[in-house]
């Protein structure tokens, strides 16, 4: 068992854990956070991005020892005082999902996006999610809910 | 799936990371970002004893001017890289392939070094490592050699690195005013290439005073596109003239055939992308 102190959603936390478990199983198995999905076993959907210090990851393909320090943000914690994230809000009015499996890991993707670049070309967006699998959609109205936050200021 | 069980290091120095790997041996795997070696051991394609995490030595990290050469640190992530204004005035080449490499997320992580000490043959870094002509700077337990490219690349993910040693550091002559591009050719987002081709030229007054090209996937290592690179020097960076030369793409590689295509078909795309590359490379197109 190793020891790892980081932040989570803004609250600390502390717990000896194996090293060998995955960033997703202690934000889900742990620490009950399930809003991040697990969908593929190859690191190539991306719906379990969050925020590592910052920065997209495929929290499937970091082990929980490597975030030791670091803060995390997943889906559950883009809500600010019970109101939405701007990209949630997107996601919400254009219908950017249609079963909702990928969405978390698509909105936390596109807010590392809007971050690195508020106005982003349709392309832009496209390129932007490429790491990121949606076998509903057909991707239409996800690049219109970025657009749409991006238009709101969702880059914040 | 999750990694068989393993015992976890993260050492914050070379020294002590190459201390534990002196004493575990065979059994000790090296941890850079986990975007290779992750996936691996998840499918428990490997099931080292020890991983050795080198995330919290941070004289890994960084770029710098050295003079004649930038020098990347082992432990500098993808998109760092993608994004410093060094890379992208003294080696663009670099900056352009990595551009390429996976997604977003993957390059947040993975590592610059890792990638190279990977050594997958359809990897986007190999090429232009190749054609920049870069050092690898590798430490053992005797101390620090440093190998050219020419001769870290050994086989299928086999480098020049030895089971003691670490790739500390990546030295990449300067390349200042040269054009350069990374054509992949791929099917779908995010892929790996079927074929790629990595080239960087000089050009003077409309002529191609220098050129170095770098094929991915079209052997079981990166290699180098001599034969082209001898055939442009001194042409005028016409589409004619660099499509005479670029027929030479496929000379002396050995491409596989899988599902994404046979090796003549790699063989002919590569002639293909060469001649793209080039063109683009010298602002011809
Ligand atoms: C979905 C997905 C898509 C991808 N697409 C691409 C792509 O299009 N093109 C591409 O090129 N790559 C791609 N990759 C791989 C990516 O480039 C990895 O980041 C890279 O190959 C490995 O770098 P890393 O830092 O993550 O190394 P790790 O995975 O941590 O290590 C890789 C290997 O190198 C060894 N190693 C690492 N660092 C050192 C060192 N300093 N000294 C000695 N040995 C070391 C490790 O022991 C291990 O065997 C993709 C990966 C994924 C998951
Ligand atoms: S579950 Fe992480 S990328 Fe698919
Ligand atoms: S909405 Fe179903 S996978 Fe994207």
New binding site residues.
Partial sequence: MTRINLTVDGSKVSDDVEPRMLLVQYLREKLGKTGTVIGCD???CGACTVHLDGTSVKSC?VLAVQADGSEVTTIEGLAQDGELHQVQKSFRECHGLQCGFCTPGMIMQSVDLLKENPHPTEQEIRVGLE?NLCRCTGYHNIVKSVQHAAAQGGAQ | MIPAPFDYLAPTTVEEALAALGQHGDDA???????????VLRMRLNAPEVVID?GKIHS?RGIRDDGDALVIG??TQ?SVVEHDPLVAEHATLISKAVE????HQ?RH???F???L??A?P????GAPALALEAQFVIAGPAGTRTVAADDFFVDLFETA?GED????EIRVPKHTGWGATYEKFVRVA????IVAVAATVRVEGGTIAEARIGLTNMGSTPLRARAVEAALVGQPATEDAVRAAAAHAAEGTNPPSDLNGEAAYRAHLATVLVRRAVLSAAGTT
């Fill in positions: 190859t690191s190539n393909n790491g | 795997k090296i941890l850079a970002g986990g975007q290779s070696l992750l996936p080198l890994l082992a432990m993808h390429h490499l996976a997604d993957i992580r993975g590592t070094g890792g990638a000490a990977h997958d359809a990897g986007d870094l690195i040693e670490i790739l500390t995010h892929q790996w290439p």
